[in-house]
């Protein structure tokens, strides 16, 4: 048998009261003088003896009690073990998981009598709470806190060494994070876990999360195993929804080519994740930071609505712009991030390398430099090596043939300095053979040869609706049973990270990206003759062209970042967790401090290091020798009391101390605990001084874990 609260069993001497008191009124006895006593001597062996027996059975009725008053307060259980009397064996097994996840931020407002007085981390007040029940419970009562977006565990220690709730709070802020219970529930069913938690009577889950839809689904299938839970109690603490909360959930760039002085769409969507109905909801679009119009929205509770922008950009180059919406309970959503790119002037080659004027390929191509002031064409043969590879973005090869050694060294330098290559085959006997020899040379996807004949037209396949970045461009068409027919074709095998942007069937490509250098390469196909396809004819022809000699618009590109600004970047929702590296073309260091490691003697993270990554132009170094950046670095440990718990000068300096002295193992050096023995599993506070000069001195929370 064991106590869940052995420490009530000190009330234990407290059963002997009722004798205590009986032998003392006997002792304290008062004489009565009676007239005689011969009566009162015929019931001595009578009445007096049963009332003697009557008085004994009340002592032992009022100690009965009391120990089982005793014993009640003290919550005895059948499993478990149990050594002493004065609690130095803990018999409770506590777990709180905390969902940290991007719905738990925001405040919640703080009122007193109706009127606000601040506001709090929403899951605050219960923490506080759950903190004061475990810190009621004896000091050796197991508690650990595990939180949900990356299952790691912040503390695995006894109630005596339990954080206070700011340190927890601070641990297990809500962020831009994704939540993970189902993989923090996984982790709870591990044997190593179940193993440790059956050593204790009683154990106990809190889960503190507002339990959303996907939440829910991981609860039902860690609930499932009941063989697992039968002995756990859950207790599960819903935080509620945000009672007012409007948040943006999308805002991007519906233009495909966004161009100077011309309206370019910008879609925003927002959704109503309060628990009130909103009316006249401003929403608003600002443009390289110019406001660029303004809509308000109706929404009921859990409703979604786009509005849509339109916005003019004044100048090329890089368009950063964002959503917003007024300042509500979770501000982390209230503002939302789109960028497009829009060139200065994309500087098209067409070197025709048969004599087919005008070719279907170079009149699209004039009618789009006629059309828009931003394609500048130029058009001349396969023998005209007049031209510089850095005079051009786009070089288009249309009807290709024999490529003259000349003209291949110049389509090389021009894909090493980032160009667009765009390859059309030509119709003739051996235009395949002459293709297929350049294969190697440029990096081009398997080609073969000999033309497929196809033994009636077939349509393009409705595959390229779903897989194409254009795949919206032949909508219209599909929809009116009117793709573009094809004859015959070229074979071609994409290889490695060639990706096939339009199909002609599921297996069969019509248009792939590959790339050579640093440059982009596409093939089509197929020439643009009517005896292989009717494309030429069909209205989808001249966009799909303005796309292509477009591709560096629509292409993610790199930012010109200037000395003073701050520039934002959009970043996709499900890559908000992923780390984000910033990278100085000047190769300037980035230091990265860890947030927990564990000195168990296991080879791994068994020493607090501090490493460097440096970026040389195209590969990342991690592990950099920290004494050649800060050979005099110092480093100070302190405990949740704030006592010094470890401290060195020349911190990492392996020169100086070794390979291993260096870095803090988890022992301490200072104050009462000095010695080889590890510190307990807690959380600590570390400064680190740099002392090179220029660097401020780091300072956080360190999680160390045993």
């Given amino acids: 048998m064991s106590f869940l609260i052995p420490v009530a069993l000190w009330a234990l001497p407290a059963a002997a009261l009722p004798l205590l008191i009986h032998l003392i009124s006997q002792v304290n006895t008062k004489v009565v003088n009676f007239s005689t006593l011969r009566f009162l001597r015929r019931m001595e062996h009578e009445s007096i003896r049963r009332l003697r027996w009557h008085q004994w059975i009340v002592i032992l009725l009022r100690t ?5 008053l005793v014993l009640l307060l003290a919550r005895p259980v059948v499993r478990g073990y149990f050594q002493g009397w004065t609690g130095e064996n803990a018999s409770t097994f506590s777990l709180l998981i905390i969902d940290d996840s991007f719905s738990m931020s925001g405040d919640a407002p703080s009122t007193v009598a109706g009127e606000a007085i601040g506001s709090t981390w929403r899951p605050r007040a219960v923490l506080e709470s759950l903190h004061e029940i475990l810190t009621d419970q004896s000091d050796q009562e197991r508690v650990v806190i595990i939180r949900t977006s990356d299952a790691r565990t912040i503390y695995n220690g006894s109630v005596a060494e339990l954080p206070e709730v700011d340190e927890i709070a601070n641990l297990c802020e809500a962020g831009y994070h994704q939540d993970n219970l189902a993989a923090v529930l996984d982790t709870i069913k591990s044997s190593t876990f179940q193993n440790v938690a059956h050593l204790y009577a009683n154990r106990e889950i809190f889960i503190i999360s507002d339990f959303q839809a996907n939440q ?12 697992i839970w039968n002995d756990w109690h859950f207790i599960l603490v819903p935080i509620p929804p945000h009672e007012n909360n409007i948040a943006l959930i999308q805002a991007e760039v519906e233009t495909d080519i966004p161009l100077v002085g011309e309206l370019m769409d910008v879609a925003v969507t927002v959704s ?4 009130e109905s909103r009316s006249n909801v401003p929403v608003q679009a600002v443009l390289n930071d110019v406001r660029s119009g303004q809509l308000v929205v109706d929404l009921d509770p859990g409703e979604q609505k786009t509005v849509r922008f339109q916005v003019s950009p004044a100048e090329p180059g890089h368009q950063q712009g964002y959503a917003e919406i007024d300042r509500d309970e979770r501000l982390g959503d209230n503002r939302y991030y789109f960028h497009t790119y829009i060139p200065p002037q994309v500087r098209i080659l067409l070197i025709e390398m048969q004599d087919l004027n005008p070719s279907f390929v170079e009149m699209v191509l004039s009618s789009l430099a006629v059309e828009t002031p931003y394609i500048q064409l130029r058009t001349m043969t396969a023998t005209d090596f007049n031209w510089s590879p850095q005079d051009v973005e786009v070089v288009v090869l249309n009807n290709v043939s024999i490529i003259p050694r000349l003209l291949l060294r110049q389509l090389n330098e021009f894909l090493a300095n980032d160009g667009i290559l765009i390859l059309v085959p030509g119709s003739g006997v051996d235009d395949g053979q002459a293709l297929q020899s350049i294969q190697d040379e440029l990096g081009l996807p398997a080609v073969n040869p000999n033309p497929q004949m196809m033994d ?3 349509l393009l396949s409705s595959r390229l609706l779903e897989t194409s970045f254009v795949g919206k461009i032949f909508q219209r068409e599909a929809e009116l049973d009117e793709l573009p027919q094809i004859s015959q074709f070229y074979p071609i095998q994409p ?3 060639d990706e096939v942007v339009l199909w002609i069937t599921d297996n069969i490509p019509l248009l792939t990206r590959g790339s050579h250098d640093n440059g982009t390469i596409f093939i089509f196909s197929l020439p643009f003759h009517l005896q292989w396809s009717d494309l030429p004819l069909k209205g989808s022809f001249v966009p799909l062209w303005h796309h292509l000699v477009f591709w560096q618009a629509i292409e993610p590109a790199l930012i010109d970042v200037h000395v003073g600004e701050a520039p934002v970047l959009s970043i996709k929702s499900h890559q908000v967790t992923q780390p984000v590296t910033l990278i100085a073309p000047d190769g300037i260091t980035s230091l990265f401090i860890p947030d927990g490691f564990s000195p168990n003697s296991d080879n791994i993270n068994d020493y607090f290091k501090i490493t460097i990554s440096l970026y040389d132009g195209g590969s990342f170094y991690s592990e950099l020798d920290f004494k050649e950046f800060y050979p005099n670095a110092k480093m100070e ?41 590890k510190l307990p599993s807690a959380t600590y506070f570390y400064i680190i001084y740099l002392n090179d000069g220029k660097s401020e001195p780091k300072a956080g929370y360190i999680f160390l874990n045993l």
């Fill in 456 to 458: 009636s037209p077939i």
């Fill in 64 to 68: 009965l009690l009391l120990l089982v």
């Fill in 272 to 275: 109503n994740n309060g628990r």
């Fill in 637 to 677: 440990v302190f405990n949740r009391w704030g006592n010094m718990v470890y401290e060195k000068d020349n911190y990492g300096n392996t020169d100086m101390w070794g390979s291993d002295e260096a870095w803090w193992d988890g022992s301490s050096n200072k104050g009462l605990t000095i010695g080889n023995e």
């Fill in 495 to 497: 290889q490695g990270d």
């Fill in 216 to 227: 829910q689904w991981a609860l039902q299938q860690f609930s499932s195993d009941s063989s």
